[in-house]
Nanobody, 126 residues
Framework: QVQLVESGGGLVQPGGSLRLSCAAS????????MGWYRQAPGKERELVAT???????NYPDSVKGRFTISRDNAKNTVYLQMNSLKPEDTAVYYC????????????????????WGQGTQVTVSS
């Protein structure tokens, strides 16, 4: 089983910064992409940022230039640096990893599966 644990959420004033972390652990054979998604009350979950194992990143226009995703492959950890935060960034932020569990790898199945963290609340308010 692959587990994801997020940390770093909290309350911040508009214009402020926060850094989220997400560590993957468990029976990991390999991790393909990692990313962050968010869900605000009454809204669908949306993409915030993704990063491949090779370091290629992707952001929607709503966060481009303000958020930066990075990862430490040796630690199976992904980070999200959020700057110039706005009230509309308020949401529960979820970590995602497309990973290969050892139990599937030993059977020859190297297709990744999606795993999710429990979520961390980010509130931007004065």
């Amino acid at each position: 089983q692959v587990q994801l644990v997020e940390s770093g959420g909290g309350l911040v004033q508009p214009g402020g910064s926060l850094r989220l972390s997400c560590a993957a652990s468990g029976s990991i054979f390999s991790i393909n992409s990692m990313g962050w998604y968010r869900q605000a009350p009454g809204k669908e979950r949306e993409l915030v940022a993704t990063i491949t194992s090779g370091g290629n990143t992707n952001y929607p226009d709503s966060v481009k230039g303000r958020f930066t995703i990075s990862r430490d492959n040796a630690k199976n950890t992904v980070y999200l640096q959020m700057n110039s935060l706005k009230p509309e960034d308020t949401a529960v932020y979820y970590c995602n990893a497309n990973a290969v569990d050892v139990k599937w790898a030993v059977l020859g199945d190297l297709g990744g599966r999606d795993y999710w963290g429990q979520g961390t609340q980010v509130t931007v308010s004065s």
